[in-house]
Nanobody, 120 residues
Framework: VQLVESGGGLVQAGGSLRLSCAAS????????MNWFRQAPGKQRELVAS???????NYAASVKGRFTISRDNAKNTVALQMNSLEPEDTAVYYC???????????????WGQGTQVTVSS
């Protein structure tokens, strides 16, 4: 099982970016799909999560600016980020709870991370 992110980059404050993450491999079931971020010198934090058909949860710092969505048919999750602030600068990681057709139990898998830099 593999998660691959795309869509990071450099943007000015107030701008927008859209991150995407695609899961591939021997997938049986995907549960929760999440976006985390880690800024230099800080702990990794949960930014947004989406479960199955749609319940979502957001960190207080991004609520109203970020939107998480998923396409269950394509095994993808996206994070639309609007009104970006310099404080949003971090490496963003895709994370998903996946049961593979090979392993008996579901595990949380991680993507490699994508850099988001917001300039002031």
């Amino acid at each position: 099982v593999q998660l691959v992110e795309s869509g990071g980059g450099l943007v000015q404050a107030g701008g927008s970016l859209r991150l995407s993450c695609a899961a591939s491999g021997t997938i049986s079931v995907i549960g929760a799909m999440n976006w985390f971020r880690q800024a230099p010198g800080k702990q990794r934090e949960l930014v947004a999560s989406i479960i199955g058909g749609g319940p979502t949860n957001y960190a207080a710092s991004v609520k109203g600016r970020f939107t998480i969505s998923r396409d269950n048919a394509k095994n993808t999750v996206a994070l639309q980020m609007n009104s970006l602030e310099p404080e949003d600068t971090a490496v963003y990681y895709c994370n998903a709870n996946i049961k593979s057709t090979v392993l008996g139990d579901p595990y949380y898998y991680w993507g490699q991370g994508t850099q988001v830099t917001v300039s002031s």
